[in-house]
């Protein structure tokens, strides 16, 4: 069973900037898509952004040049970097390594972020 544990959340000011941190307790295939998903109150989880072995990354529209995602593979370490932060960006955020063979996936307990004016 692979544990996956967020750090780096907190409270940040709008346009301020956080990095999040998602560390693996083993190695994950790397035919997994490694992800950062979010979740404010009253709404969906949406995905935030992806990455896979191949390098390649997604972004929610609404990240997009504000947010980067990285992988340190000896480190068995996901990472998200958030700047430019806005209130909106407030969520808990969840990291997950999802298809392939993770299946349905392995999760975080999440990490919050919360933006203020």
């Known amino acids: 069973q692979v544990r996956l544990v967020e750090s780096g959340g907190g409270s940040v000011q709008a346009g301020g900037s956080l990095k999040l941190s998602c560390v693996s307790s083993?190695?994950?295939?790397?035919?997994?898509?490694r992800a950062w998903y979010r979740q404010a109150p009253g709404k969906e989880r949406e995905l935030v952004s992806s990455?896979?072995?191949?390098?390649?990354?997604t972004y929610a529209d609404s990240v997009k040049g504000r947010f980067a995602i990285s992988q340190d593979n000896a480190k068995n370490t996901l990472y998200l970097q958030m700047n430019s932060l806005k209130i909106e960006d407030t969520a808990l955020y969840y990291c997950?390594?999802?298809?392939?063979?993770?299946?349905?996936?392995?999760w975080g307990q999440g990490t919050q972020v919360t933006v203020s004016s």
């Open positions: 997950a390594a999802v298809g392939g063979p993770c299946g349905g996936g392995y």
């Open positions: 083993r190695y994950i295939n790397s035919n997994c898509a």
């Open positions: 990455i896979l072995s191949s390098g390649t990354t």
